[in-house]
């Protein structure tokens, strides 16, 4: 069963920089495609990025396009999401999520309804 936690989130100034992680402590032998996503007060749920099971293919939406920078560690079972140029307009709480895949396809996967599993979220706040 897959259990996500994530940490590294806290209060940074404007230019400011976070990584981001995303630890499974329940990985299977299953292969799993990762995003995080954001959500703001008062806003949806927004895409933030996404990694295929290898790290060989990511993709973000233009909004952190960049700054942001999505990578795993399959050894680890650790996904980061590195945040550079950090403006307020980033803050939310920050959430990763999982899927399985299967290794012969190399689809990208950015809503959240593609997701079975989710972590609690970490807060990021950054101030002007």
């Known amino acids: 069963q897959v259990h996500l936690v994530e940490s590294g989130g806290g209060l940074v100034q404007a230019g400011g920089s976070l990584r981001l992680s995303c630890v499974d402590s329940?990985?299977?032998?299953?292969?799993?495609?990762v995003g995080w996503f954001r959500q703001a007060p008062g806003k949806e749920r927004e895409f933030v990025a996404t990694i295929n099971w290898s790290g060989s293919t990511t993709y973000y939406p233009d909004s952190v396009k960049g700054r942001f920078t999505i990578s795993r560690d399959n050894a680890k079972n650790t996904v980061y999401l590195q945040m550079n140029s950090l403006t307020p307009e980033d803050t939310a709480v920050y959430s990763c999520a999982a899927r399985p895949v299967s290794t012969y396809y190399n689809l990208i996967y950015s809503r959240p309804d593609e997701y079975d599993y989710w972590g609690q979220g970490t807060q990021v706040t950054v101030s002007s």
């Open positions: 329940g990985r299977t032998s299953s292969t799993y495609a």
